[in-house]
C-alpha cells in the first residue's frame, strides 16, 4: 500500500502561478496528475519519460524526485479552465504508449488538493 498526500493547492488569478506537491510513502512505477475530467500529467519512475494532456502542455510541469518519494505539478499560466479538484495517482502499471495511460492503471489515489483560479 502506497500513501500519497497531496499539498500546495489554493486560490490564483489568471495568468498566475501555484505548484502543487504530492508526497508518497514508497516507490511506484508511474505517477500523475489527475483532475475530475482525467489524466493531466504522467511521469515514469524508472526513465523520468512524461506525458501531459494537450490542454496543459506548455504550461504545466511534472517533476519527480525519487529520493524522497515526491512529484511536483508547477502549472503556470492558469486558467479558469483549470480550477478543480487535483488528485496526485501512483501505481506500478506503465504502457510503451503513455497516451493510453488511463486512471484505472493507478491503484493509489491521494485525497485530492483544491485549485481555484479566478479573474
Known amino acids: 500500500q502506497v500513501h500519497l498526500a497531496e499539498s500546495g493547492g489554493g486560490s490564483v488569478q489568471v495568468g498566475g502561478s501555484l505548484r502543487l506537491s504530492c508526497e508518497a510513502s514508497?516507490?511506484?512505477?508511474?505517477v500523475g496528475w489527475f483532475n475530475q475530467a482525467g489524466a493531466l500529467a504522467i511521469i515514469y519512475t524508472s526513465d523520468?519519460?512524461?506525458w501531459y494532456h494537450d490542454s496543459v502542455k506548455g504550461r504545466f510541469t511534472v517533476s519527480q524526485d525519487k529520493q524522497k518519494f515526491t512529484l511536483d505539478l508547477q502549472m503556470n499560466m492558469v486558467t479558469p479552465e483549470d480550477s478543480g479538484t487535483y488528485y496526485c495517482?501512483?501505481?506500478?502499471?506503465?504502457?510503451?504508449?503513455?497516451?493510453?495511460?488511463?486512471?484505472?492503471?493507478?491503484?493509489?489515489w491521494g485525497q485530492g488538493t483544491q485549485v481555484t483560479v479566478s479573474s
Open positions: 523520468g519519460r512524461t
Open positions: 495517482a501512483a501505481g506500478f502499471t506503465t504502457r510503451h504508449n503513455m497516451a493510453r495511460m488511463s486512471a484505472s492503471d493507478f491503484e493509489f
Open positions: 514508497g516507490y511506484t512505477a508511474a
